[in-house]
């Protein structure tokens, strides 16, 4: 079992950036593929990116390629979203997500343990 804690989420101007952090317990995340999720108001929780266990492949929505990075630290057991040039429409609370492969996948179901969320809030 893991257990994630999102941070790092709080209201920032169109145009700014904000790191999002997903700090894992647990003896095994290393080996665990990880990905981040958004849901809006309103809206179906959708697929922002994903990193498989190592790092070495990445995957990110269409909406935030070029704009938001992925990546981890397998010796601080934490995962990062890197946001930059955000947008009135990244508005969502933000949800890190695990599963217990070292492979990645966009879709949801695929992904067992989920953290609580951190909202991120982009103002015009």
């Known amino acids: 079992q893991v257990q994630l804690v999102e941070s790092g989420g709080g209201l920032v101007q169109a145009g700014g950036s904000l790191r999002l952090s997903c700090a894992a317990s647990?003896?095994?995340?290393?080996?665990?593929?990880m990905g981040w999720f958004r849901q809006a108001p309103g809206k179906e929780r959708e697929f922002v990116a994903a990193?498989?266990?190592?790092?070495?492949?990445?995957y990110y929505a269409a909406s935030v390629k070029g704009r938001f990075t992925i990546s981890r630290d397998n010796a601080k057991n934490t995962v990062y979203l890197q946001m930059s040039s955000l947008k009135p429409e990244d508005t969502a609370v933000y949800y890190c997500?695990?599963?217990?492969?070292?492979?990645?996948?966009?879709?949801?179901?695929?992904?067992?343990?989920w953290g609580q969320g951190t909202q991120v809030t982009v103002s015009s």
């Open positions: 990193i498989s266990w190592d790092g070495s492949a990445t």
């Open positions: 997500a695990a599963r217990s492969s070292s492979t990645a996948t966009v879709i949801d179901r695929t992904y067992s343990y």
């Open positions: 647990g003896r095994t995340f290393s080996t665990y593929a």
